[in-house]
Structure formats: structure tokens, C-alpha cells
């Protein structure tokens, strides 16, 4: 009888820390829900690294935020529409910076990031080829 509940208790025991080492250390999920709002399983875009694709968002944004400085040098940028250039490309950052708020770049975010920073480059062209200049 005695070796039959030690048998029990070290089965619950087994089963206890079992489904504690499903989720991780300290809880942080991969089986179970965390507390944190994160689902019990993980999406497939998070089994990539979480942040794919942001470098190459980040050097877009600098290569067009050098290309409205070099038109406004230039002269072929005016103030006001550096302004609406320079409010747009804050406008992304914010967009991006909202988008991994919650530790993921998902594919349907980096393409909308994308999307806005390919209109923004035919802004800056647009304004750029206008013929109003700074003087």
C-alpha cells in the first residue's frame, strides 16, 4: 500500500514538473499561455528571428531621409515640402516602432512598412523633380 501511493505521488510529481518545463523558464512560454496575452502556441513567424527584415527598413528609411536632406541642400526641395517629406518618414518610424511593440515583425507588418516606404520614395521624387526651387 505504501509503495503503491509513493508510486502515485511521485507520478503527480513527474506530471507536475513535466507541464512546468513545457512552458520554459520562469513561464515564458511555450506550451501554455504566459499572463502575458502571448497565445499557447507560438505563430510561425515567430520561430524566425523576431525582428526579420527590420535592417533592411531601417537603411531604406536613412537612405531616404539623406535623399530629402541632399534635395533641400540642393535646392531643389523646398521648406514646406522637406516638412511634409520629413513628417512622413516620422510618420513610418512610428508605424514601425507601433509594429514591434509587441516583440514581432510579422510579414503582413514588414510589407506594409514596405508599401508606405515605397510611396514615400515617389513623394520625395515627385518633389524633388517639380522645378520648385529654393532660392
Same mark, same amino acid.
Given at each position: 500500500?505504501?509503495?503503491?501511493?509513493?508510486?502515485?505521488?511521485?507520478?503527480?510529481?513527474?506530471?507536475?514538473?513535466?507541464? !512546468?518545463? =513545457? /512552458?520554459? &523558464?520562469?513561464? #515564458?512560454? #511555450?506550451? #501554455?499561455?504566459?499572463? #502575458?496575452?502571448? &497565445?499557447?502556441?507560438? &505563430?510561425?513567424?515567430?520561430?524566425?528571428?523576431?525582428?526579420?527584415?527590420?535592417?533592411?527598413?531601417?537603411?531604406?528609411?536613412?537612405?531616404?531621409? !539623406?535623399? @530629402?536632406?541632399?534635395?533641400?541642400?540642393?535646392?531643389?526641395?523646398?521648406?514646406?515640402?522637406?516638412?511634409?517629406?520629413? =513628417?512622413? +518618414?516620422?510618420? @513610418?518610424?512610428?508605424?514601425?516602432?507601433?509594429?514591434? =511593440? /509587441?516583440?514581432?515583425?510579422? &510579414?503582413?507588418?514588414?510589407?506594409?512598412?514596405?508599401?508606405?516606404? /515605397? @510611396?514615400?520614395?515617389?513623394? @520625395?521624387?515627385?518633389?524633388?523633380? /517639380?522645378? +520648385?526651387?529654393?532660392?
Amino acid at each position: 500500500m505504501n509503495k503503491l501511493i509513493s508510486t502515485l505521488a511521485a507520478t503527480a510529481a513527474l506530471a507536475l514538473a513535466t507541464s !512546468a518545463m =513545457a /512552458d520554459g &523558464p520562469r513561464g #515564458y512560454g #511555450y506550451g #501554455y499561455n504566459n499572463g #502575458y496575452g502571448r &497565445p499557447a502556441v507560438q &505563430p510561425a513567424y515567430a520561430l524566425q528571428h523576431p525582428f526579420a527584415g527590420l535592417r533592411e527598413i531601417n537603411q531604406r528609411q536613412a537612405e531616404q531621409r !539623406a535623399r @530629402i536632406d541632399a534635395g533641400f541642400h540642393r535646392g531643389v526641395i523646398t521648406r514646406w515640402e522637406f516638412r511634409r517629406l520629413m =513628417a512622413e +518618414q516620422y510618420d @513610418i518610424h512610428a508605424m514601425e516602432r507601433a509594429f514591434v =511593440a /509587441d516583440g514581432f515583425l510579422t &510579414p503582413h507588418e514588414r510589407n506594409e512598412l514596405h508599401r508606405r516606404l /515605397d @510611396i514615400a520614395s515617389q513623394h @520625395i521624387f515627385i518633389e524633388a523633380q /517639380d522645378h +520648385q526651387r529654393r532660392f
